[in-house]
């Protein structure tokens, strides 16, 4: 991984953290704000804002008498004082409210030094053991408010860094909230996102692959469980159609959901995408429901996981984080009229495991646009009745990734098919004229000085077609290679067509020995403008093909029409035939349709005459109807003004 990467990684962290305390504060269930020595608002919460009945810009208007009715400057200064020299002040007190409501209500006041004097006030009514949360949460704050400080002008520093590797960060499996793995159709893994990493704490050294055992290694030694991890995660077949999902329990205590999805192409799994996430919170907001629906509260609302209870087919419980993906307000979704069917929609048939239920389900915002969730589902306790409680994070870029995934996997695995058809090939098309040439010469080898020459003449015979025939299939796999790697120079000149046309259909002939005849109809009897050397081999290979699968004696027709910027080319033959099914890869390297039977060939011919064609600027189709031939048709244009525009 790059310096320039791990940079903008840690200045991505830094102001993950300065989300974060803004979450802790402005998502806080109490009044949490900032006074500076003269009692004056310096920051104040929303909750404050409920509880006072003022919206922010009024209370930063204002001090602490707008809301104290006993507040006195002299003893302000007094609690100032106090809380400079131990740090935090505890105090029961009455704020009014806006429209004249009393609030008996529980202060804490913390002094803080970070680039100027100010004190944190928080206050709750009714509560009386929140001085230690409160201690910890203004700790944790300044502890962050401090780092975040140390590290600005760094971050300063970087800011050009982190726009020039924008591109790079937005990539749409990083952009994701768990961590991704695609593996192919053969179980290998493809590629995985860096919370992959993260999340498991892959050392660098480590190469993430399941053809290594020290990869295997490591991950069973983060396990509590390592076998049950190795049959479920790591050695679960590819090939099976189902969803699984599994709970994953990690030595540090930490707790993992793990989903494995296939992913199908026409019906066929093509490979499978896993995704993990951190369900340690899931699990102990469970707990806290369990003991403490208080505690449960505090915790579910000072977390970005969607968390709602369902209760008699209605909400009874949403957190701010699941008010904030919906768009509507607490009071909205909680509310009689609101039904649950208008906010979620499950989709995903519910997976059991270790307790929990995992499930997938769609969100429909106030707003109507659709969100994606993933989660798990548990059957609790809430207010002395069953109720169930969902958790769940957002993986709406996730399902976006999935389609990139499945494109992934879908190119893998055609590449593993056509260097498999390539091999084949291969095998197949050296074997025989190799065996000729293998036979032929052992032969002569053993009897050369009993043989006559006109004995040795057909195998010496013999082992000359092989070898041409091998130097054929050569020179077909090379121009392959060439027009795949585009070093095949197009140089159009002005070409005689009627002669060249007549020419190669005489070869053509001379080639099948007369045994099919080639009729040649040409109505073109300008001279154009076309690269004669790739000329040669479209209509070659169109011809030969034509000739192969059409009967003995038949007749094969090459015919040459022109328009005023263009030459098409038509040979039809009575051959064969195609099956629909096959057109549709007809000509993709070395794809040989299904009913060619013992007719030798490479599957390359094709590819290589639609290569060329696209090099004029041209196009092929066909035609064809099994057992009563096919029409190819190909257009080249042929102006010397449509060349030199292409050329451009």
Same mark, same amino acid.
């Given at each position: 991984?790059?310096?320039?990467?791990?940079?903008?990684?840690?200045?991505?962290?830094?102001?993950?953290?300065?989300?974060?305390?803004?979450?802790?504060?402005?998502?806080?269930?109490?009044?949490?704000?900032?006074?500076?020595?003269?009692?004056?608002?310096?920051?104040?919460?929303?909750?404050?804002?409920?509880?006072?009945?003022?919206?922010?810009?009024?209370?930063?208007?204002?001090?602490?008498?707008?809301?104290?009715?006993?507040?006195?400057?002299?003893?302000?200064?007094?609690?100032?004082?106090?809380?400079?020299?131990?740090?935090?002040?505890?105090?029961?007190?009455?704020?009014?409210?806006?429209?004249?409501?009393?609030?008996?209500?529980?202060?804490?006041?913390?002094?803080?030094?970070?680039?100027?004097?100010?004190?944190?006030?928080?206050?709750?009514?009714?509560?009386?053991?929140?001085?230690?949360?409160?201690?910890?949460?203004?700790?944790?704050?300044?502890?962050?408010?401090?780092?975040?400080?140390?590290?600005?002008?760094?971050?300063?520093?970087?800011?050009?860094?982190?726009?020039?590797?924008?591109?790079?960060?937005?990539?749409?499996?990083?952009? $994701?909230?768990?961590?991704?793995?695609?593996?192919?159709?053969?179980?290998?893994?493809?590629?995985?996102?860096?919370?992959?990493?993260?999340?498991?704490?892959?050392?660098?050294?480590?190469?993430?692959?399941?053809? *290594?055992?020290?990869?295997?290694?490591?991950?069973?030694?983060?396990?509590?469980?390592?076998?049950?991890?190795?049959?479920?995660?790591?050695?679960?077949?590819?090939?099976?159609?189902?969803?699984?999902?599994?709970?994953?329990?990690?030595?540090?205590?930490?707790?993992?959901?793990?989903?494995?999805? =296939?992913?199908?192409?026409?019906?066929?799994?093509?490979?499978?995408?896993?995704?993990?996430?951190?369900?340690?919170?899931?699990?102990?907001?469970?707990?806290?429901?369990?003991?403490?629906?208080?505690?449960?509260?505090?915790?579910?609302?000072?977390?970005?996981?969607?968390?709602?209870?369902?209760?008699?087919?209605?909400?009874?419980?949403?957190?701010?984080? $699941?008010?904030?993906?919906?768009?509507?307000?607490?009071?909205?979704?909680?509310?009689?009229?609101?039904?649950?069917?208008?906010?979620?929609?499950?989709?995903?048939?519910?997976?059991?495991?270790?307790?929990?239920?995992?499930?997938?389900?769609?969100?429909?915002?106030?707003?109507?646009?659709?969100?994606?969730?993933?989660?798990?589902?548990?059957?609790?306790?809430?207010?002395?009745?069953?109720?169930? !409680?969902?958790?769940?994070?957002?993986?709406?870029?996730?399902?976006?990734?999935?389609?990139?995934?499945?494109?992934?996997?879908?190119?893998?695995?055609?590449?593993?098919?056509?260097?498999?058809?390539?091999?084949?090939?291969?095998?197949?098309?050296?074997?025989? =004229?190799?065996?000729?040439?293998?036979?032929?010469?052992?032969?002569?080898?053993?009897?050369?000085?009993?043989? $006559?020459?006109?004995?040795?003449? =057909?195998?010496?015979?013999?082992?000359?077609?092989?070898?041409?025939?091998?130097?054929?299939?050569?020179?077909?796999?090379?121009?392959?290679?060439? !027009?795949?790697?585009?070093?095949?120079?197009?140089?159009?000149?002005?070409?005689?067509?009627?002669?060249?046309?007549?020419?190669?259909?005489?070869?053509?002939?001379?080639?099948?020995?007369?045994?099919?005849?080639?009729?040649?109809?040409?109505? *073109?009897?300008?001279?154009?403008?076309?690269?004669?050397?790739?000329?040669?081999?479209?209509?070659?290979?169109?011809?030969?093909?034509?000739?192969?699968?059409?009967?003995?004696?038949?007749?094969?027709?090459?015919?040459?029409?022109?328009?005023?910027?263009?030459?098409?080319?038509?040979?039809?033959?009575?051959?064969?035939?195609?099956?629909?099914?096959?057109?549709?890869? !007809?000509?993709?390297?070395?794809?040989?349709?299904?009913?060619?039977?013992?007719?030798?060939?490479?599957?390359?011919?094709?590819?290589?005459?639609?290569?060329?064609?696209?090099?004029?600027?041209?196009?092929?189709?066909?035609?064809?109807?099994?057992?009563?031939?096919?029409?190819?048709?190909?257009?080249? =244009?042929?102006?010397?003004?449509?060349?030199?525009?292409?050329?451009?």
């Amino acid at each position: 991984m790059s310096n320039k990467y791990i940079s903008v990684r840690a200045n991505l962290n830094e102001l993950t953290q300065l989300q974060l305390t803004k979450a802790l504060i402005e998502g806080a269930p109490d009044a949490t704000f900032c006074v500076g020595a003269e009692g004056q608002f310096l920051y104040v919460n929303d909750a404050l804002c409920k509880l006072t009945e003022y919206s922010r810009q009024e209370l930063l208007s204002k001090t602490l008498a707008a809301i104290e009715p006993n507040f006195a400057i002299a003893q302000w200064s007094t609690y100032w004082q106090i809380s400079r020299q131990e740090s935090t002040l505890s105090l029961n007190s009455e704020y009014k409210a806006k429209s004249g409501r009393i609030i008996p209500v529980e202060v804490v006041i913390n002094y803080a030094q970070d680039g100027g004097e100010f004190c944190c006030v928080f206050a709750k009514q009714n509560s009386h053991n929140l001085g230690l949360k409160v201690q910890e949460c203004t700790t944790k704050l300044l502890e962050t408010n401090q780092h975040l400080r140390q590290e600005v002008s760094q971050l300063k520093q970087t800011e050009n860094q982190l726009a020039s590797s924008l591109s790079l960060l937005q990539s749409t499996l990083e952009s $994701t909230a768990n961590g991704i793995v695609a593996l192919s159709f053969a179980g290998e893994i493809l590629s995985y996102n860096q919370k992959f990493i993260d999340m498991w704490q892959v050392p660098q050294g480590v190469i993430v692959s399941k053809k *290594c055992c020290y990869s295997l290694k490591f991950f069973e030694n983060q396990v509590k469980d390592p076998e049950a991890f190795r049959k479920a995660v790591w050695e679960a077949p590819i090939q099976s159609d189902s969803e699984s999902y599994y709970i994953i329990e990690l030595i540090d205590g930490r707790t993992f959901a793990h989903h494995s999805k =296939p992913q199908l192409l026409d019906g066929e799994i093509i490979g499978r995408v896993w995704s993990i996430w951190d369900i340690s919170e899931f699990k102990l907001t469970k707990e806290a429901l369990k003991h403490d629906e208080i505690g449960f509260a505090a915790l579910a609302e000072n977390t970005e996981t969607i968390i709602f209870i369902i209760k008699d087919s209605r909400l009874c419980y949403v957190n701010s984080a $699941t008010e904030v993906i919906a768009g509507y307000t607490k009071a909205e979704l909680l509310s009689e009229e609101f039904g649950l069917s208008q906010l979620i929609v499950r989709l995903a048939p519910t997976q059991q495991s270790a307790n929990l239920q995992y499930q997938e389900m769609k969100l429909v915002t106030k707003n109507g646009d659709e969100r994606w969730l993933a989660g798990s589902s548990d059957i609790l306790s809430f207010g002395g009745k069953p109720a169930e !409680l969902i958790t769940a994070i957002d993986i709406t870029e996730h399902k976006k990734a999935e389609v990139e995934v499945k494109q992934a996997l879908e190119q893998a695995k055609q590449l593993s098919e056509l260097k498999e058809r390539f091999v084949s090939m291969l095998c197949h098309q050296f074997r025989t =004229p190799l065996n000729v040439v293998s036979f032929s010469a052992d032969l002569l080898k053993r009897h050369v000085h009993q043989w $006559t020459e006109d004995k040795q003449l =057909p195998y010496l015979a013999h082992i000359q077609v092989a070898v041409e025939q091998i130097g054929q299939l050569l020179e077909e796999i090379m121009t392959f290679s060439k !027009l795949e790697a585009g070093k095949l120079i197009f140089e159009p000149k002005k070409l005689d067509l009627k002669q060249f046309c007549q020419h190669l259909v005489l070869q053509m002939q001379l080639a099948n020995n007369n045994q099919t005849q080639i009729a040649l109809v040409n109505n *073109c009897d300008r001279q154009v403008y076309l690269d004669e050397k790739l000329l040669e081999p479209i209509l070659s290979n169109l011809l030969s093909n034509a000739i192969k699968y059409s009967p003995a004696n038949s007749t094969v027709k090459l015919e040459v029409a022109e328009t005023d910027a263009e030459i098409v080319f038509q040979i039809s033959d009575r051959g064969i035939g195609i099956p629909e099914r096959d057109r549709a890869q !007809l000509f993709e390297p070395f794809y040989r349709c299904s009913n060619v039977g013992d007719f030798p060939g490479t599957g390359l011919g094709l590819s290589m005459t639609k290569m060329l064609v696209e090099v004029h600027g041209g196009s092929i189709s066909v035609v064809s109807e099994v057992g009563r031939g096919s029409t190819f048709t190909v257009v080249l =244009p042929s102006t010397k003004k449509n060349l030199n525009n292409l050329s451009n």
